[in-house]
Structures are given as structure tokens and as C-alpha cells.
């Protein structure tokens, strides 16, 4: 018996989780004061106690990971702790499916009884003046009530279904196809892995997948651009901008946090600081330009990331370094699961959100 | 591995060893416990008559919401997590919990969430007033300020929730002793597998809900708001997708607990284990289509009404099962009557009480009277008082001889169960009445229709109050002088949990004990 047995390995101490709540806490209670100061008009630390608590926390989880790994290449975790891990990752991911169950069954319930219950009989002739159900909303009730036109600009433009026709030039069409293709090359690089022999491949396709994923967050920006711009569409434009940005948005935040967990994936099966840090930097600046930096073409701004992409993908295949093993590579397979998880989230959008929409 | 705990206070802040960790959960639900019973006892000293004579209505608004929220999220959800800490390594042969770190984490989220939260009793406009269902558009269009750190406190206990749920699955599935199989597992460790299933099925979508509030209070957007499009409505239906399962994450455990101690007491194997095995993974699927039960007055179609009633009606069954069999694995038991027993045996009662009128409310055109009034709260406090309450006190008894090594007293065990029984019958017996008299729930004023049954209520109030001070006294007496306790401590108890040393040793099984 005792031979058979593996420890598993229990830290005796840890000063994470303190620092951790300590950081959560200055983040959650620093952005409830700043947005309580931003509603009622008065100055206050708000933002900054956000930004302190946002340094600490990320700096505490860059410092757990660490540890986490260091112990793991010191040989302490055993199999059975790593199945731990597992669970541990697969549950959170369930856990985020019903934070989206809770969003989509929001819309769902709108579209199919709040919208139609709003427009008939006495509540729409006597509260909102005849008010129309109709899906996109333009006119919301109580534009309806006062008699005001809608100022939002479709339905017929960028949002929603154009017809299968005119798919190639409707942006949701792309970035259904870049997450696809994401997902795809996310299980390439997971079968190089395995295959146990081509790190360069691993990488190759790693970094294609980042790649894709940061295009995909060029082009989402794009559509919120176009929304809000020149369409009219807005977060407090009514019911249907509130589900449109609320869904896509927390998708798009998870595709971002996705994006984040493969590139430190990536970087960490890259050889040195020396090779990580350049195209990294690269493709941070070339985001932040290609969103922040002035009105330029959408053909500019995916040419500028797409430069920084082709740097990160050609230094990722030149420089691997083989961390990742075939049978010990939870941090990326984690990261992988994760990516599927958002992708899948991203086809119920397509469908109920834009083609449905 | 085999170090004693760390000195002084880093021990506890610093800490991954499940015992330590669980016993900070209990002393902070206990703690919770009584600021939320403080809170109560504001209300019914207001209650005690008709009239204002004590606090303003917007505080006593204040009150009822923070009383509600402090005993679901900061006592009944804590006091289980602390026990599931403390006793599921032990009873499935772990070293500790999956997850070490992580727990200590889900725990120090806790005191902070909960200091934000009271904290707002504070602030300028009041702490929430909105009650613990906080409906919208009260707890938007019509919000205190506070309400955006409620919102936050909300999401970060939730984060501790998710991931204590998270550490308890990945425990179970993964920590048992070579043996150890699933259906060899200790009731209590069943309940809380379901348990943490349903945190993590529905704790998001509490984020979730609290989320839109946070968007339409500060960003304009029309979840909850028909002018926009929305519909308050939405609210209710995400709220109790969230709601109804809780009222179970906060019973099944208790079951558990219940489960193990009868059968002590009986000196009898647990009747139907398997079939409470089945029973409560019935509960846990039904509780999830049976929310709008929470809203038959609000105006939903007659189908509605009725797929929700029926579905409801069915929880009855797979419950009766249990209740079945409680009674008959006491039944031509040797049983003896000490304080833990007691307790259970109320559970079962009571408990059963709850239910009954549950049922009662469930009967949609029935509800449309009593929806609101003082009879759902009779409703829940039999549910929650005897249920959650008695099965937390009665673990306690339970297990305290094998956290510490030393015997509660038992004659004063059995007083407290006295006063606490009679207390508790005392305060929530009469409120069936004046619910059914009419009497609206959430209310500082009243018409003097009620006056008599209030006045027994607030009485009985007092002195469950009471015997939660003795409970207090109780268990500070056993940790510092009380006799010492023999490994088996109780005659007939049975499971791992008894097969180590009292009190048990820093860490336990270090080695997988072997499962027969
Ligand atoms: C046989 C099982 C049960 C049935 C049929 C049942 C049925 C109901 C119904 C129909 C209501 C809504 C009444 C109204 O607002 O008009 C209700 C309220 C409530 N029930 Fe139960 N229930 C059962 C068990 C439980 C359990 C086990 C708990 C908790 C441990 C619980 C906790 C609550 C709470 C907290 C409320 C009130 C929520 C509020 O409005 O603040 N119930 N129950
Ligand atoms: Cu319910």
C-alpha cells in the first residue's frame, strides 16, 4: 500500500489567497466607487483604488501561477493532483456557461414574451400610445409613448442576417469563420503536442490561433465602431442594444482573457525574454493603434496587426523551447479548453444574436 | 507535510489545511449569525406592537433586507461550507481538499464581501432596502447609492461560493481513498457533491442578474425597464432561476447532516441509503423548473401557472422519501435522545412542517392569498430555522468532541435545545396565523387585527435569541474545559471520520486509509 501511493502534495502555507482578496477587493469596491462618482457627478479615488486593486491582483496570480508551475517542474505534482486541476478548470468553465445561460435567457425571454405582452391590448394602447413589438427594436416604448422616431439606423446594416447573399461583406460572417478557424488551429497545435515531437509545429499553430484571435478583436471593435457611429445603436438605445452589446461584449471580454491565457501559454514555450518580448510588444502597440489610435482603415488596422501577428508567429516557430510535454501540458490544455468554450459561446451568438436578429 | 499548524496569526491567514480553514468558516458564519439574528431582533422589537415605536420605516427596510442576506449568504451557506472543510477529507480518506490554496481563498473573500455589505448601513442614504430578493425597479430605478457595493459584494461572495463549490466536486471526484466508491460514500458527502453542483449551476446566474442591475443603473441599458423594452418581470424569473436552487444548496446539506446522526442514535444502519441517494439528485433537477413558484401573483399565462404548480407539487415526492426514511430508520431503533438527536428529531418534524405548508403555497390559486403575507414567512423560517439552523447546530454537537478532543456539556446541550425549540415555535408558529389573517409581509406598521399574534411572536423571538447565547457559551466551555472525548466519542457512530484520534490530528490520511 504505501509504496503504491503517490503524496499529494498540500502546500503548508500560502500568502497568496490573502494578497489575492486583498486585490479583489480593492478592484470590485474601487470600481463600485468610481461608478457611483461617475453617476452622481463628484470626484473621488474611485479609479484609482480600482487600478491598485486590478496591479495587485494580476501581479498575485502572475506570482501563484509561478509557483504553481515551479512546483510542478520540481516533480510535486502527482497525477492525481493534476486531475484536480482538471476538474478544477472544467467546472469553472461550466460555471461560465450559465453566466452566458443567464444573458441569452434574458433575450430569449424579451423576444418572445416581454416585446409581444408590451404591444397588445390595453397595456400598449393606454401605457405606450400603440406601441409595435418588433425584433430589432428601433422604437422602444417609450419613444413610442412620446412619439418620437427611431434614431437608430437599420435594421437592414451591419448587425443583423443581410441574407446569405451578402454574407462575405458582413463582418459577424468573418469573425464566425476567424473563431472557427481559431478553434481548428488550436487542435492542431494540441495534436503536434502530442504527436510529441515538433515543438515548432506546437508553436506554428499556437501563435496562429493568438493571431486570429486578436484579429477577431480588431474586427469586433470595428462593429462597435460602426454601431455607434453611424448606425445609432447604443448600450442605452434600448432592449436591443442592451442584449447586442451585453452579449457580444462579455463574449468579446472572453475572447480577450482567451487570447491572454494562449499568448502566455505561447510566450512561455518561447525561448527567452529576449525573443517573448518583441512581438508582444509589437502586437499590443499595434492593437492599441490600429483601435485608439485615430480613424483608419479597417484594410489598415488589420494590416498593422496583422504585421505584429506574422512577427509573433515567425518568432514562435523559430524559438521554441519545448516546455510543454506531451503527457504535461495542463496550462496550455487548460488555455485550449477555454478557447472552445468561447468559441462555441460565439455560434450561439451567431445564431440567436445576429442571423435569428 | 507532517508539521504541526504555523504560530500566531499567520496560521490562520496563511493557512491551506482544510481544519483550520473550516473552522475559520464556522466561527465566521457564527459570528454572522448573530449580527444577522441582531438584525431580526430589531424587527420584531418593532413588531412587538402595532404603532412606530422604535426605528424609522426606512430603517426597519434596512433591516429586514441585511437580516435576510447576513443569515442566507454570510451564516446557513458558510456554516456548511466550514462543515463540508472540515469533514469530507476526513470522511472519504483525503489529506485535505483538492485545492488548497484556493480555499483559503474562497474563504477570506468572505469577511470582506461581508464588511462592504454592513458597511453600508453607513453610508449616505441608508444601507439596501430592497429585501433579500431585491426585486427591481426598487433595487434600481429606486435604489439607495449602496446598492452598486451590494452589487459588488454580491459578485465577490459569489466568486467564494463558485470556487468552494468548484474545490468540493473536484474533492470528492478525485480525493477518495482507494475503496472509497461512489455509492460507499457517507450521505453528507452525497449532498454536498449535489450541492456544489447546483453553486455552480446557479451562482453565475446571480452574477449574472446583479450584473444588469449594475448596467442599468449606471449605464442605461433597459433589462428591467419597460420604457427601454424590458420588463421587471426578467428580473423575478433570473432571480429565482437562482433562488429556488439556493433554497436547496441551503436543505441538502442538512439532509446529510441528518442522515449521519440518526442512524447513530438509532444504533440502526440508514434505512434506503440508495434511495436517498436518488432523492436528492430528484430535488436537485426539479429545483431547477420550479422558480416562477416565487411568482404566481405576478401575471404570468395559465400554463405558466400550472406547469410551474404541478412541477412544484412533485418536489413532495422524492422529499417524503427522506422523511420516509428518517422515521424508519429510528423506528425500533435503541435510540437514546442525546442534544444531536434532538436536534435531528426536530429536524424531522419541523422540517416536515415546512414542507406541509410549502405544498400549501405551491397551489397557485391558494398562493394568490397568501403570497406576501406573514404565511410564507412562516413557510421559510420552518424550512430554514429547524432545517438549516437545527442541522448545523446539531452537527456541531455532533462532531465538536472529535474538532477539539473534548465533550460538550449535555445536560446544558439539552436546555439549549429546549429554549431553541420552544423559541423557534413560539416565534413561527403564530405567523401561519397572522399570515393567513392577512397580515403583508416586510412591513413596520400594522393593523391591530394581528396585535396578539405578533406580541407571542416577538416574545418567542427573544428567547430563541437567548438559547443562541447559551449555544455560544456552550461551545467556548467545551473548547477550553470540557471532558476529554474518546476516539469513537458516540457508542455507535460509524465512518472514517471516527477512526482517528480525538481531537483529529493537524492533518489526517495522509496515507489513504484502507475502505472495506
Ligand atoms: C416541499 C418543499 C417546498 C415547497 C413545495 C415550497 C414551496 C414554496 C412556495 C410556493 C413559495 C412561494 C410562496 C410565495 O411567495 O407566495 C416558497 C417560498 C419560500 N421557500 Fe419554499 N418550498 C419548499 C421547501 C423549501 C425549502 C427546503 C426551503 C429552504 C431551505 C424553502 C425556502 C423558501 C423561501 C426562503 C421562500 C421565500 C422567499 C421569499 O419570497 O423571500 N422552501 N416555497
Ligand atoms: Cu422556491
Known amino acids: ?357 | 507535510m507532517a508539521h504541526g499548524p504555523a504560530k500566531g496569526l499567520s496560521r490562520w491567514l496563511f493557512t491551506t489545511n482544510h481544519k483550520d480553514i473550516g473552522t475559520m468558516y464556522l466561527w465566521f458564519s457564527f459570528l454572522m449569525f448573530f449580527l444577522g439574528g441582531l438584525f431580526a431582533l430589531v424587527i420584531r422589537a418593532e413588531l412587538f406592537q402595532p404603532g412606530l415605536q422604535i426605528v424609522e420605516p426606512a430603517f426597519f427596510n434596512q433591516m429586514t433586507t441585511l437580516h435576510g442576506l447576513i443569515m442566507v449568504f454570510g451564516a446557513v451557506m458558510p456554516a456548511f461550507v466550514g462543515l463540508a472543510n472540515w469533514m469530507l477529507p476526513m470522511m472519504i480518506g483525503a489529506p485535505d481538499m483538492a485545492l488548497p490554496r484556493m480555499n483559503n481563498w474562497s474563504f477570506w473573500i468572505l469577511p470582506f464581501a461581508f464588511a462592504a455589505l454592513v458597511s453600508t448601513l453607513f453610508m449616505e442614504g441608508g444601507a439596501p432596502d430592497f429585501g433579500w430578493t431585491f426585486y427591481a425597479p426598487l433595487s434600481t430605478t429606486y435604489a439607495p447609492p449602496s446598492v452598486t457595493l451590494f452589487i459588488f459584494s454580491v459578485h465577490i461572495m459569489g466568486a467564494s461560493s463558485i470556487m468552494g463549490a468548484i474545490n468540493i466536486i473536484a474533492t470528492i471526484l478525485n480525493m477518495r481513498a482507494p475503496g472509497m466508491t461512489l455509492m460507499k460514500m457517507p450521505l453528507f458527502v452525497w449532498t454536498w457533491l449535489i450541492t456544489a453542483y447546483l453553486l455552480i449551476a446557479v451562482m453565475p446566474v446571480l452574477a449574472g442578474v446583479v450584473t444588469m442591475m449594475l448596467m442599468d443603473i449606471h449605464f442605461g441599458t433597459s433589462f428591467f425597464d419597460a420604457a427601454g423594452g424590458g420588463d421587471p418581470v426578467l428580473f423575478q424569473h433570473i432571480f429565482w432561476f437562482f433562488g429556488h436552487p439556493e433554497v436547496y444548496i441551503m436543505i441538502l446539506p442538512a439532509f446529510g447532516i441528518v442522515s449521519a446522526i440518526i442512524p447513530t442514535f438509532a444504533r440502526k444502519p440508514l434505512f434506503g441509503y440508495s434511495s436517498m441517494v436518488y432523492a436528492t439528485a430528484s430535488i436537485a433537477f426539479l429545483s431547477f423548473i420550479v422558480w416562477a413558484h416565487h411568482m404566481f401573483t405576478v401575471g404570468m399565462p395559465l400554463a405558466g401557472e400550472l406547469i410551474f404548480m404541478y412541477a412544484t407539487m412533485l418536489i413532495a415526492v422524492p422529499t417524503g422519501v427522506k422523511v420516509f426514511n428518517w422515521v424508519t430508520t429510528m423506528w425500533r431503533g435503541a435510540m437514546t435522545f442525546e442534544t444531536p438527536m434532538l436536534f435531528s428529531i426536530a429536524f424531522v418534524i419541523l422540517f416536515t412542517i415546512g414542507g406541509f405548508s410549502g405544498l400549501m403555497l405551491a397551489i397557485a390559486p391558494a398562493d394568490f392569498q397568501y403570497h406576501d403575507t406573514y404565511f410564507v414567512v412562516a413557510h421559510f423560517h420552518y424550512v430554514l430555522v429547524p432545517g438549516a439552523i437545527f442541522s448545523i447546530t446539531a452537527a456541531v454537537y455532533y462532531w465538536l468532541p472529535k474538532w477539539c478532543g473534548r465533550m460538550y456539556d449535555e445536560a446544558m446541550g439539552r436546555v439549549h435545545f429546549w429554549i431553541a425549540f420552544i423559541g423557534l415555535n413560539v416565534t413561527f408558529f403564530p405567523m401561519h396565523f397572522s399570515g393567513l389573517a392577512g397580515m403583508p409581509r416586510r412591513i413596520p406598521d400594522y393593523n391591530p387585527l394581528w396585535a396578539d399574534w405578533n406580541m407571542i411572536s416577538s416574545v418567542g423571538a427573544f428567547l430563541f435569541g437567548a438559547a443562541q447565547v447559551l449555544f455560544l457559551y456552550i461551545v467556548i466551555r467545551t473548547i477550553i474545559g470540557g471532558k476529554k472525548a474518546s476516539d469513537e466519542v458516540w457508542e455507535a457512530s460509524h465512518g472514517l471520520e471516527w477512526t482517528v484520534a480525538s481531537p483529529a490530528p493537524y492533518h489526517t490520511f495522509s496515507t489513504p486509509p484502507e475502505v472495506k
Open chain 1, 1 to 357: 500500500m504505501e509504496q503504491k501511493y503517490e503524496p499529494y502534495y498540500v502546500p503548508e502555507q500560502s500568502k497568496f489567497p490573502l494578497f489575492a482578496t486583498i486585490g479583489l477587493f480593492l478592484t470590485v469596491m474601487g470600481l463600485g466607487n468610481w461608478l457611483m462618482e461617475m453617476s452622481n457627478g463628484t470626484e473621488g479615488k474611485g479609479q484609482q483604488v480600482f487600478l491598485l486593486g486590478l496591479v495587485i491582483l494580476l501581479f498575485v496570480m502572475w506570482k501563484w501561477f509561478g509557483q504553481v508551475i515551479k512546483e510542478n517542474h520540481a516533480g510535486l505534482n502527482s497525477a492525481q493532483l493534476k486531475r484536480s486541476y482538471v476538474w478544477g478548470m472544467g467546472w469553472f468553465i461550466f460555471s461560465e456557461v450559465m453566466f452566458f445561460a443567464a444573458f441569452f435567457g434574458a433575450l430569449f425571454y424579451v423576444r418572445t414574451f416581454a416585446l409581444p405582452w408590451l404591444s397588445e391590448g390595453p397595456t400598449a394602447e393606454y401605457l405606450w400610445n400603440d406601441f409595435e413589438a418588433e425584433w430589432p427594436l428601433m422604437t422602444t416604448p417609450d419613444m413610442a409613448a412620446n412619439g418620437e422616431a427611431a434614431t437608430v439606423l437599420g435594421p437592414e446594416k451591419n448587425m443583423s442576417n443581410p441574407g446569405i447573399a451578402n454574407w462575405f461583406g458582413w463582418l459577424p460572417f468573418w469573425n464566425t469563420a476567424l473563431l472557427l478557424a481559431s478553434s481548428v488551429t488550436v487542435h492542431f497545435a494540441h495534436t503536434s503536442l502530442k504527436s510529441g515531437k515538433n515543438q515548432r509545429q506546437f508553436n506554428l499553430w499556437l501563435a496562429v490561433t493568438v493571431s486570429l484571435g486578436f484579429l477577431f478583436l480588431v474586427l469586433q471593435a470595428e462593429e462597435y465602431i460602426e454601431a455607434y457611429e453611424h448606425l445609432g445603436l447604443q448600450l442605452n438605445s434600448g432592449i436591443y442594444g442592451t442584449t447586442f452589446f451585453m452579449l457580444t461584449g462579455f463574449h468579446g471580454a472572453h475572447v480577450t482573457l482567451g487570447t491572454i491565457m494562449l499568448l502566455v501559454q505561447l510566450a512561455r514555450s518561447v525561448t527567452s525574454w529576449a525573443w517573448r518580448l518583441p512581438p508582444i510588444i509589437a502586437l499590443i502597440v499595434a492593437f492599441y493603434v490600429a483601435l485608439f489610435g485615430g480613424h483608419f482603415a479597417l484594410s489598415i488596422k488589420l494590416a498593422m496587426v496583422g504585421a505584429a501577428c506574422g512577427l509573433l508567429i515567425f518568432v514562435a516557430a523559430m524559438k521554441p523551447n519545448g516546455i510543454f510535454h506531451h503527457d504535461d501540458c495542463f496550462g496550455f490544455e487548460a488555455s485550449s479548453w477555454y478557447w472552445h468554450f468561447v468559441d462555441v459561446v460565439w455560434l450561439g451568438l451567431f445564431i440567436f444574436v445576429y442571423i435569428l436578429g
